[in-house]
């Protein structure tokens, strides 16, 4: 059955080389429309079920979309959701299992942003193409699309996304700093006047300072790696970057616990009110809202500042990709549950209720997004200058060779810094292999 519709890749023998079991895999890829015609009629008396496996949601908008598309699939296919770790780590330690097991109870698989590139090399993901891939990059946001894609295809379609925006309160700052410079020198009027006036950011030695770095050299101009993502490319906007790391760990702006501090530590330090700014994602909002109604009357947005003022800040964006695994027994109606997973109705939910930014554009026009997400213009205008982390295979190295050699911030020393970083990322372009 699996072999004459194409269903399924051909198992690989232990003996063999990896590189030839992933050329098997790819030679089974069908374009979808072919594919739904030969599975869909070929699944016998029982409905299968597609299982999708995603973090865990408490909202509820990721049962609501998997109910809908098997509602909507006439019987065709059943989509179970199945919760991954809450932790992002331990999200991508049990796909990196399985798949590498060839476990073909996987189909639909929600990938960090950083992840497409790594699964796509390591053959553990199908490519979309022909129809799937229209209707997959059709009216969706390019940033977000860069995030699915590797060496030119694309292997995965964005479900949703995220930026951070700069929030600050309105009685302390009457019009939001543009730049860092501009912020930094706020901070330190109103320590002067004995003011709340710390810059809650990400400051631990974790993803979160990676992005923070990722989001400042980019905005500076430059990037972590070149375009071929082969080797890195740190130069003075890398410098810049750190400057600005170090100058606002050393300066009244920074929270005492910053070299501490993840995204829920500097919402609970805004909420309490003691910051003047944060630098955060749009879960703040109804978080404020609930918890300190007082402040939330005075709690501003604005779009993240800059490093130069005459360029544009270039925010780091987050999110989930859908891809569909190789070794699924179902793969073309798991293109077909993925594309239904994240049209606009699905968006619309999980941003309602779930507070995750879509990816599809039409969306920041419609009303009820507007009125949840009275910064949407801001979140949008991000999303058209957002950055994306390093993609290749290498990024967890990478990742950490970043967190660890910039943590503490206020022991940044920018010229040697950078120096450590970029003999680290050498080290981790030539390593070969999956990454533990």
């Not at 809450?86 to 798949?99: E, M, S, T, Y």
């Not at 002067?192 to 050299?217: C, D, M, S």
Request: glycine share 6%; aromatic share 8%.
């Amino acid at each position: 059955m699996h072999t004459r519709c194409g269903c399924r890749p051909v198992p690989g023998q232990k003996g063999r080389p990896r590189g030839t079991r992933w050329l098997r895999a790819f030679a089974v890829l069908p374009l979808l429309a072919s594919v739904l015609a030969a599975c869909g009629s070929d699944e016998g008396s029982g409905r299968p079920t597609l299982n999708w496996y995603n973090f865990p949601d408490d909202s509820g908008a990721l049962q609501k979309a998997a109910d809908r598309c098997s509602q909507a699939s006439g019987g065709r296919y059943r989509i179970s959701y199945n919760k991954l770790p809450r932790a992002a780590d331990g999200q991508r330690q049990q796909l990196v299992r399985r798949l590498a097991a060839e476990d073909d109870s996987l189909d639909i698989l929600g990938l960090d942003v950083t992840w497409a590139a790594e699964f796509a090399e390591a053959r553990w993901i199908r490519e979309w193409t022909g129809v799937a891939k229209q209707r997959a990059t059709e009216g969706t946001l390019r940033v977000p699309l860069q995030t699915s894609t590797w060496k030119g295809r694309l292997y995965a379609v964005p479900y949703n996304t995220n930026t951070q925006l700069l929030w600050y309160r309105k009685d302390l700052v009457p019009a939001p700093p543009k730049t860092w410079a501009e912020m930094i020198a706020m901070s330190r009027a109103l320590a002067r006047q004995g003011k709340p006036h710390f810059v809650e950011i990400q400051g631990a030695q974790y993803e979160g300072l990676t992005v923070w770095f990722n989001t400042l050299i980019n905005s500076a101009g430059g990037s972590i790696l070149n375009r071929t993502a082969t080797e890195p490319s740190l130069g003075p906007p890398a410098v810049r970057a750190a400057e600005v790391m170090r100058r606002l760990a050393n300066s009244p702006a920074a929270d005492p616990s910053l070299s501490n501090q993840m995204e829920d530590q500097n919402r609970l330090a805004m909420e309490s009110g003691s910051a003047a700014f944060e630098i955060n994602y749009p879960f703040v909002y109804p978080s404020m809202k609930a918890n300190n109604p007082k402040l939330f009357k005075n709690f501003g947005w604005a779009l993240y500042p800059r490093v130069a003022a005459d360029r544009p800040a270039r925010p780091t964006i987050g999110g989930i990709d859908l891809a569909v695994s190789a070794y699924s027994r179902h793969p073309g109606l798991a293109f077909e549950a993925a594309l239904c997973l994240r049209n606009r109705e699905n968006q619309l939910t999980a941003a309602l209720e779930g507070g995750l930014p879509p990816t599809l554009r039409a969306l920041y026009d419609d009303p009820a997004f507007m009125k949840a997400y009275p910064f949407s213009r801001e979140v949008l205008t991000s999303l058209e200058t957002a950055s994306v982390r390093p993609l290749t295979p290498a990024y967890q190295n990478i990742s950490i060779a970043v967190s660890h050699t910039l943590s503490p911030p206020s022991a940044i020393k920018p010229e040697s810094s950078i120096k450590t970083i970029r003999d680290q990322i050498d080290d981790a372009l030539r390593s070969e292999g999956v990454i533990p």
